[in-house]
């Protein structure tokens, strides 16, 4: 059974451009995750999302935007990047729905931005 | 708010022995679950163990267990026999039961860095 596959792995751009990060949940899966890992801040929630819609979103700037597919993968896109959006970027797949039960969430292995 | 701490930033174990992770956690809320995961360098999370807040008996994965104290919101990771492999950062995760906007997340401790030394 293939995992969570995030893409690209690393990714370097320039203040002021745009990106977008994909993630490829566990056959299944709807809930689709993401968290922002920093040295500084460590592990803070971006957004969730459920059958292409947003449930939960973190306290983000609007420049973070995600959508989700009718397939469940997920895009996440940071607009106008600043240097403090260097990061790794991680999702997270569950089987959980409406009612959370004791799913867990299995992880990608992340996308590392760096912006210069 | 629910809020995660783990005190601990940096322990170190010696190859073979029993080394014990600590985590606290405050919430209001009386269902929910806790989780340890194990982020090795390769950077991928991994789930190690989950506790269910309504189950008072304490959770076990072979060389992993947990002591949960519900009263004293208190969670913390026992590795026994250390292995090279247990080296990793350790994160201590929160997450509520109840269904809900807000609730669809896992909530973080800032993370322990275990070294196991041979």
């Known amino acids: 059974k293939a995992g969570v596959t995030q893409t690209p792995r690393y990714l370097i751009k320039t203040r002021g451009q745009q990106v977008t990060l994909s993630c490829s949940p566990i056959s299944g899966h709807r809930s689709v995750s993401w968290y922002q890992q920093t040295p500084g801040q460590g592990l803070q929630f971006l957004f969730e999302?459920?059958?292409?819609?947003?449930?939960n979103k973190g306290n983000f700037p609007g420049r973070f935007s995600g959508r989700q597919f009718s397939n469940s993968r997920s895009e996440m896109n940071v607009s106008t990047l600043e240097l403090g959006d260097s990061a790794l970027y991680l999702c997270?797949?569950?089987?959980?729905?409406?009612?959370?039960?004791?799913?867990?969430?299995?992880f990608g292995s992340g996308t590392r931005l760096t912006v210069v | 708010a629910q809020t995660v701490t783990q005190s601990q930033p940096e322990m170190s174990v010696q190859e073979a022995e029993t080394v014990t992770l600590s985590c606290t956690y405050d919430t209001s809320e009386s269902d929910y679950y806790l989780f340890w995961y194990k982020q090795p360098p390769s950077r991928q999370m991994i789930l190690v163990i989950r506790q269910e807040a309504y189950k008072q008996q304490n959770a076990t994965e072979n060389r992993f267990s947990v002591n949960f104290q519900k009263a004293a919101k208190s969670f913390s990771l026992k590795i026994s026999d250390s292995q090279l492999g247990d080296a990793a950062m350790y994160f201590c995760a929160y997450r509520s039961e109840n269904s809900g906007g807000s609730n669809y997340k896992l909530t973080f401790g800032k993370g322990t860095l275990l070294t196991v030394n041979p």
């Open positions: 997270a797949s569950s089987l959980a729905g409406n009612q959370q039960g004791s799913y867990g969430y299995t």
């Open positions: 999302y459920f059958s292409e819609t947003q449930r």
